[in-house]
């Protein structure tokens, strides 16, 4: 890219021009050094920075991403939802709680009533009322895998972006109780093995004459994302329709019927419209194909140019893709706009209120089995996110985000790279602005990639349930909730119907090889599901030989035992209550033994009170390991019968 111009995407429908024109690295950096970052904001991200940089990012230390379990997975509905939504998601929520509440009960929340989001909270303000503060993720006290339910007037898009740097967050909106149910039904069946998507990427760009934005963003992240998945994922088939290939006719094959991949990555223009357009509403965020003719002709842009919800038919849908759009409001549209663009920092309306784009909410609510996540930008996307000033191409973050995908993750851990980068560029760019601030030259070009970047970042959103995965992809440690296997090992597996491709295998062979796909896949689900019961039954009897082989006796005072609470997850009694003895026994006959330093005569007779509770614990004890090993015995007995 050339140095005196920064080139935006996004194509204004109305016009046929930019929504932004293309702007010097000057007028960039004068933008940026106008921006404020919230310091509550700005002194977590850089908290998250630094955790991130040492450690790894996401829940805290110990807990598999993968894993419901360990993770945990809530859902927040707004405070005036209707209760008809949360009966329409019902098969969700018992599916996501059979998973997360597996090992506890707490690790599925439904934050809902008095615990639901409530109008102008913060994420600070919200978490406060839950019981959780800033740090990593502890599905003790809030899940890590949270959906928001409701529109962004209901949970503003900026409690989504400060909630995702801690959490793994998705969104869900329709406009019909009905649509809910659809995208349950569509999530449980892709989890359950209720049919079978085939291992595809597609990448999707335009490159539209005389457009350097396309043209950047063809060559420079989808072509390199295209070809490193190919390289890493050689038992996937991956496809790259670029420039001339990049039809609106295309794109809607992806997007529906036999030819829809599990994966789907389209970069091009998202169409933006006026505040308070007759079609911003139903059209805002669509997807600009190579049918327009480009920037050099000034008249509105057709419709049959680009991809709206409209183009997405009933016949059928988009059945268990993950779809990612780099596009201009291809999630959705805040009412504000997020960043001043005079320096004046006054911001203007974009909207006559902030709504999700009407195209992901149709691919997710299908009628015929839609989208498992839509992933796109809230606001604008920024081209400087996959460039830097000399040094060039940057798509690590991209591409980490896709392997993570491939590896099993649930999308809100793969999206993880995003927040951490996010994280990065607010640090950096805060510090930099304080610089410059202080009397720094600034460097122009510099600063206006790192605050492109950083907007970008921030933009990303997430639409539908953080905790969906790739449909084909690994699945290492989470056992299937219900599996359908049976059907599928009997030869009764479904198999969507497919468009042979112009060059390729026949219609015959594709359908062979769909069902030994499937049958591959519901056996290395089979495999998974044994291996992690194996776990879990270890797991339990570690705990209950850890229970068995040890007795601890705890002895507390209180002036007021009605302030005095027990904790179940520490053992501990609190609210005043303090530990005066403290005794624990081995089997092996070591024993921990602490008192106060002075013991006074009270506490001599508390001490008795205390050595006869140890007493009748160790009785107890040895008649619950009598009992136990009864039963182990029993166990092996019907073990040698089968």
Same mark, same amino acid.
């Given at each position: 890219?050339?140095?005196?111009?920064?080139?935006?995407?996004?194509?204004?429908?109305?016009?046929?021009?930019?929504?932004?024109?293309?702007?010097?690295?000057?007028?960039?950096?004068?933008?940026?050094?106008?921006?404020?970052?919230?310091?509550?904001?700005?002194?977590?991200?850089?908290?998250?920075?630094?955790?991130?940089?040492?450690?790894?990012?996401?829940?805290?230390?110990?807990?598999?991403?993968?894993?419901?379990?360990?993770?945990?997975?809530?859902?927040?509905?707004?405070?005036?939802?209707?209760?008809?939504?949360?009966?329409?998601?019902?098969?969700?929520?018992?599916?996501?709680?059979?998973?997360?509440?597996?090992?506890?009960?707490?690790?599925?929340?439904?934050?809902?009533?008095?615990?639901?989001?409530?109008?102008?909270?913060?994420?600070?303000?919200?978490?406060?009322?839950?019981?959780?503060?800033?740090?990593?993720?502890?599905?003790?006290?809030?899940?890590?895998?949270?959906?928001?339910?409701?529109?962004?007037?209901?949970?503003?898009?900026?409690?989504?972006?400060?909630?995702?740097?801690?959490?793994?967050?998705?969104?869900?909106?329709?406009?019909?109780?009905?649509?809910?149910?659809?995208?349950?039904?569509?999530?449980?069946?892709?989890?359950?093995?209720?049919?079978?998507?085939?291992?595809?990427?597609?990448?999707?760009?335009?490159?539209?004459?005389?457009?350097?934005?396309?043209?950047?963003?063809?060559?420079?992240?989808?072509?390199?994302?295209?070809?490193?998945?190919?390289?890493?994922?050689?038992?996937?088939?991956?496809?790259?329709?670029?420039?001339?290939?990049?039809?609106?006719?295309?794109?809607?094959?992806?997007?529906?019927?036999?030819?829809?991949?599990?994966?789907?990555?389209?970069?091009?223009?998202?169409?933006?419209?006026?505040?308070?357009?007759?079609?911003?509403?139903?059209?805002?965020?669509?997807?600009?194909?190579?049918?327009?003719?480009?920037?050099?002709?000034?008249?509105?842009?057709?419709?049959?140019?680009?991809?709206?919800?409209?183009?997405?038919?009933?016949?059928?849908?988009?059945?268990?893709?993950?779809?990612?759009?780099?596009?201009?409001?291809?999630?959705?549209?805040?009412?504000?706009?997020?960043?001043?663009?005079?320096?004046?920092?006054?911001?203007?309306?974009?909207?006559?209120?902030?709504?999700?784009?009407?195209?992901?909410?149709?691919?997710?609510?299908?009628?015929?089995?839609?989208?498992?996540?839509?992933?796109?930008?809230?606001?604008?996307?920024?081209?400087?996110?996959?460039?830097?000033?000399?040094?060039?191409?940057?798509?690590?973050?991209?591409?980490?985000?896709?392997?993570?995908?491939?590896?099993?993750?649930?999308?809100?851990?793969?999206?993880?790279?995003?927040?951490?980068?996010?994280?990065?560029?607010?640090?950096?760019?805060?510090?930099?602005?304080?610089?410059?601030?202080?009397?720094?030259?600034?460097?122009?070009?510099?600063?206006?990639?790192?605050?492109?970047?950083?907007?970008?970042?921030?933009?990303?959103?997430?639409?539908?349930?953080?905790?969906?995965?790739?449909?084909?992809?690994?699945?290492?440690?989470?056992?299937?909730?219900?599996?359908?296997?049976?059907?599928?090992?009997?030869?009764?597996?479904?198999?969507?119907? *497919? @468009?042979?491709?112009? +060059? %390729?295998? !026949?219609?015959? #062979?594709? =359908?062979?090889? &769909? /069902?030994?796909?499937?049958?591959?896949?519901?056996?290395?689900?089979?495999?998974?599901?044994?291996?992690?019961?194996?776990?879990?039954?270890?797991?339990?009897?570690?705990?209950?030989?850890?229970?068995?082989?040890?007795?601890?006796?705890?002895?507390?005072?209180?002036?007021?035992?009605?302030?005095?609470?027990?904790?179940?997850?520490?053992?501990?009694?609190?609210?005043?209550?303090?530990?005066?003895?403290?005794?624990?026994?081995?089997?092996?006959?070591?024993?921990?033994?602490?008192?106060?330093?002075?013991?006074?005569?009270?506490?001599?007779?508390?001490?008795?009170?205390?050595?006869?509770?140890?007493?009748?614990?160790?009785?107890?004890? *040895? @008649?619950?390991?009598? +009992? %136990?090993? !009864?039963?182990? #015995?029993? =166990?092996?007995? &019907? /073990?040698?019968?089968?």
């Amino acid at each position: 890219m050339a140095r005196d111009a920064v080139v935006f995407n996004g194509i204004d429908a109305t016009t046929g021009s930019y929504l932004l024109p293309p702007m010097s690295p000057q007028a960039v950096s004068q933008v940026a050094r106008g921006q404020v970052i919230d310091p509550a904001d700005l002194k977590e991200l850089r908290w998250w920075h630094q955790r991130a940089t040492e450690a790894v990012f996401g829940p805290k230390e110990g807990i598999d991403p993968r894993r419901l379990a360990e993770t945990g997975w809530g859902v927040i509905f707004a405070h005036d939802t209707d209760p008809a939504v949360r009966e329409a998601l019902g098969e969700l929520l018992d599916h996501r709680r059979g998973e997360a509440a597996s090992v506890r009960e707490r690790h599925y929340r439904e934050f809902t009533g008095d615990r639901a989001y409530r109008p102008g909270e913060s994420k600070q303000q919200f978490l406060a009322r839950q019981g959780a503060g800033p740090g990593p993720a502890d599905p003790d006290n809030v899940p890590y895998y949270l959906l928001l339910v409701g529109g962004p007037e209901a949970i503003p898009y900026a409690f989504q972006y400060q909630l995702d740097v801690q959490y793994a967050v998705g969104r869900l909106h329709f406009d019909t109780v009905e649509e809910y149910a659809r995208y349950a039904r569509t999530v449980v069946a892709a989890e359950t093995g209720d049919g079978v998507a085939p291992r595809r990427a597609d990448f999707f760009a335009t490159r539209n004459p005389g457009d350097p934005a396309t043209a950047l963003s063809a060559g420079e992240l989808v072509l390199p994302l295209a070809d490193e998945v190919r390289e890493r994922q050689a038992d996937w088939t991956v496809r790259a329709h670029v420039g001339e290939e990049a039809t609106k006719e295309r794109l809607a094959r992806l997007l529906g019927g036999g030819d829809t991949p599990a994966l789907l990555f389209t970069a091009t223009h998202g169409m933006g419209f006026p505040n308070g357009h007759p079609r911003q509403q139903r059209h805002q965020g669509a997807l600009l194909c190579q049918d327009w003719p480009g920037p050099g002709v000034q008249q509105p842009v057709d419709e049959r140019h680009y991809l709206s919800a409209d183009d997405v038919g009933d016949a059928a849908g988009p059945r268990g893709l993950i779809s990612l759009h780099f596009a201009c409001f291809g999630a959705g549209t805040p009412r504000w706009d997020e960043f001043a663009h005079d320096g004046s920092g006054r911001r203007t309306e974009l909207a006559p209120n902030a709504f999700v784009a009407a195209l992901p909410k149709r691919l997710l609510g299908h009628p015929g089995g839609g989208a498992l996540a839509v992933i796109g930008h809230v606001e604008r996307a920024w081209g400087y996110s996959f460039l830097w000033p000399q040094a060039g191409r940057q798509t690590a973050v991209y591409g980490s985000c896709l392997a993570r995908l491939f590896d099993g993750h649930p999308i809100g851990s793969a999206f993880e790279y995003f927040n951490e980068r996010y994280a990065e560029l607010s640090s950096d760019l805060s510090a930099t602005l304080e610089d410059v601030e202080f009397g720094k030259q600034p460097d122009h070009l510099e600063l206006a990639a790192m605050w492109t970047a950083n907007n970008d970042a921030r933009g990303f959103a997430i639409l539908g349930d953080p905790a969906v995965r790739l449909v084909g992809a690994a699945r290492r440690t989470d056992p299937v909730h219900r599996p359908a296997a049976t059907e599928a090992i009997a030869g009764r597996t479904t198999v969507p119907a *497919a @468009e042979p491709a112009a +060059t %390729g295998p !026949s219609e015959g #062979a594709e =359908l062979d090889y &769909a /069902l030994m796909d499937g049958v591959r896949h519901t056996r290395e689900r089979l495999a998974s599901a044994l291996r992690d019961l194996a776990e879990n039954v270890g797991q339990a009897l570690e705990r209950a030989v850890d229970n068995l082989t040890v007795v601890e006796v705890a002895t507390y005072v209180s002036d007021d035992l009605s302030t005095v609470a027990y904790d179940s997850a520490s053992k501990r009694f609190g609210g005043g209550a303090e530990l005066r003895a403290l005794t624990r026994l081995s089997i092996d006959g070591d024993a921990q033994l602490v008192v106060p330093r002075d013991l006074g005569e009270a506490d001599e007779a508390l001490w008795r009170l205390h050595a006869g509770m140890l007493e009748q614990a160790l009785a107890a004890r *040895a @008649e619950l390991v009598k +009992t %136990g090993a !009864s039963a182990v #015995a029993g =166990l092996l007995d &019907a /073990l040698k019968v089968v």
